[in-house]
């Protein structure tokens, strides 16, 4: 042990940890020569036993966190949990064989300038199968400013241009509430970064090892994955080895200063001297108070109305247990319809039924952020083991301090507050500021506009500055930023440049099937209403058949599952 950790285990306890770290650390030489085409076999692998694992896993994960089976539920659990994994399986699946025969990922484009020293590349629809999938949506991957194509492609897929310099051991500790994190997490390190991989479950997610280890259990049983279970303890032994290179941690900055710094006293006078316990280079996805800007216009009733649903879906979405719920809606003071777009929200929420509070501690979390307050909407049941959906409306956002824009409440709650500004493009412009520095984070933000207010000439030259200005490691326009997270060729990490003493939503991407280097932040493009209406919206009723045919076309169907697919969504 080189790293300052303290141990608290046993040697008894320690003993397979130690073999496992053994067996895997023994295979990194393997696993860099493994030639791309082998490499490929593996990954085709991986997507035919997940395929078969699927029923079951989720309803695994049904059982766990008090979803019916059969309601739309299921089908939101099936998108975020398998089919976003299958996704980014089958997406880096055809960067290997472009690899294979082209020495880089071919990215779809377009390419274009968004400053005169900005470029930016075109990942979504990243084939014409994805046209028909993701129609009227298009991602981009954001480079660091002074990056031109030529050092983009330069900079593709380093591990397969000098396999053995990028050989090692990732340690990943994985987070508790979406069934693919950790699967997809792996395959960054393997596929993406060139390293074998040890990994421990969050106790929350620990039941659904089984599954995972039956996905990858042709990467299993080669040696170079492998699964071990426990708590902190084991997590801290594991973390403090000397034969682990790197760290992936996906959780709270909280979590991560525990790892890196230590807690309480410990890690402030660490924090002071520039000493962390852990010296392994950690890479990390974390947390945010994700925003919502919601820019005035005059909506029609139809617009209202699908925007309703669209903000409603975010909040429901694994009943509100994520890091990209949307937690602070960020309105103008004089929009007329600002009440009007609350109502309408409202009034979708209400007819959802409430989920199980089933993350450890939200029923606290919740309480602190609720008592006290004048505006506090909430909708649906809370009978104790579920929480009702909340909006704690009209907070003051002259109050920097208050807690909605500093603490992400991991649970079924979100707030919303006005700005004043003299114009739609001043109040662009004010939020951008507002999200930058005053709400906590740097993951992910949603920008909604009508197309009528976004073609005025000063609010689309506002919009441009927001997107080029918002520090956000994924940001949406007219789509909800979780689809940078489900598309996989985008990338998904908290917006580069945050320090170890102050790493906020983390650092480094995970994701990116185009392999790229040198990364400012995504950016996904949707319509102001999709025609028809995604399955995945809470209001669609039928949306779980629709979600399983898409996984059925990622999977393997192919075009051959097209026709399925569009039937089920129409009657979704």
């Not at 539920?73 to 398998?82: D, N």
């Not at 900005?118 to 129609?135: E, H, M, N, R, T």
């Not at 002071?272 to 996805?285: F, I, K």
């Not at 004010?430 to 740097?442: I, K, L, P, R």
């Amino acid at each position: 042990m080189t790293n300052d950790v303290q141990i608290n285990l046993s040697i008894e306890d320690a003993v397979p940890l130690e073999a496992a770290l053994r067996r895997v650390h023994s295979h990194l030489e393997q696993w860099a020569l493994t030639p791309v085409e082998r490499r490929r076999t593996y990954l085709q692998r991986v997507i035919r036993d997940t395929m078969a694992v699927a029923p079951r896993w989720n309803a695994a994960a049904c059982r766990a966190k008090g979803i019916d089976r059969e309601g739309p539920g299921a089908g939101e659990e099936l998108l975020a949990g398998i089919a976003s994994f299958i996704r980014m399986a089958t997406t880096l699946e055809q960067s290997l064989s472009d690899i294979a025969s082209g020495g880089r990922p071919r990215y779809p484009g377009p390419v274009r300038q968004v400053t005169e020293d900005q470029l930016a590349i075109g990942v979504l629809p990243a084939s014409l199968l994805d046209k028909v999938l993701y129609s009227g949506l298009h991602g981009e991957v954001w480079f660091t400013p002074g990056i031109d194509e030529a050092t983009a492609q330069e900079h593709q897929a380093a591990a397969y241009r000098d396999p053995e310099d990028h050989a090692g051991l990732s340690l990943i500790l994985g987070a508790g509430n979406v069934a693919s994190l950790v699967p997809r997490d792996i395959l960054t390190k393997l596929f993406v970064e060139g390293k074998v991989v040890i990994i421990k479950a969050n106790p929350v997610n620990d039941y659904l090892v089984e599954f995972w280890e039956e996905a990858f259990a042709g990467l299993i049983d080669a040696g170079f994955v492998h699964f071990v279970r426990g708590g902190a303890p084991e997590g801290a032994y594991l973390a403090g080895h000397d034969l682990v290179d790197d760290i992936h941690i996906t959780g709270s900055s909280a979590t991560y200063d525990a790892v890196v710094w230590g807690r309480g006293d410990e890690a402030v006078a660490r924090k002071e001297r520039g000493e962390p316990r852990l010296t392994t280079p950690v890479s990390a996805e974390l947390g945010n108070v994700s925003p919502i800007i919601i820019v005035p216009g005059t909506w029609t009733t139809r617009e209202m109305r699908y925007q309703a649903a669209h903000v409603a879906t975010m909040l429901v979405n694994n009943a509100g247990f994520n890091c990209l719920t949307p937690r602070v809606l960020i309105t103008h003071d004089q929009w007329p319809q600002r009440e009007e777009f609350l109502t309408a929200l409202g009034e979708v929420l209400a007819t959802v039924p409430s989920r199980e509070a089933y993350y450890p501690g939200a029923r606290e979390r919740w309480t602190r952020f609720t008592e006290h307050r004048a505006d506090v909407r909430t909708y649906g049941d809370d009978d104790g083991a579920r929480l009702p959906w909340t909006l704690i409306a009209s907070v003051d956002a002259r109050a920097h301090d208050d807690m909605v824009f500093q603490v992400e409440a991991f649970c079924s709650l979100m707030a919303e507050t006005s700005l004043t500004a003299p114009s739609t493009a001043d109040f662009v412009a004010a939020a951008v500021t507002f999200c930058n520095d005053v709400v906590w984070g740097t993951l992910s933000a949603t920008i909604l506009v009508d197309p009528r207010t976004a073609v005025e000439a000063p609010v689309a030259a506002a919009l441009d500055d927001a997107l080029r200005g918002l520090r956000y490691g994924s940001i949406g326009l007219n789509a909800w930023h979780a689809l940078s997270f489900l598309a996989g060729t985008t990338t998904w990490g908290a917006y580069p440049g945050h320090p170890t003493t102050d790493i906020r939503s983390g650092a480094g991407v995970v994701a990116n099937t185009f392999m790229f280097a040198d990364v400012d932040k995504s950016v996904v493009r949707g319509p102001f209403v999709a025609v028809p209406t995604p399955p995945w919206f809470v209001t669609q009723q039928r949306g779980t058949a629709a979600i399983r045919r898409l996984l059925e076309v990622q999977g393997g169907k192919g075009w051959r599952g097209v026709p399925a697919l569009l039937w089920a969504t129409l009657r979704a």
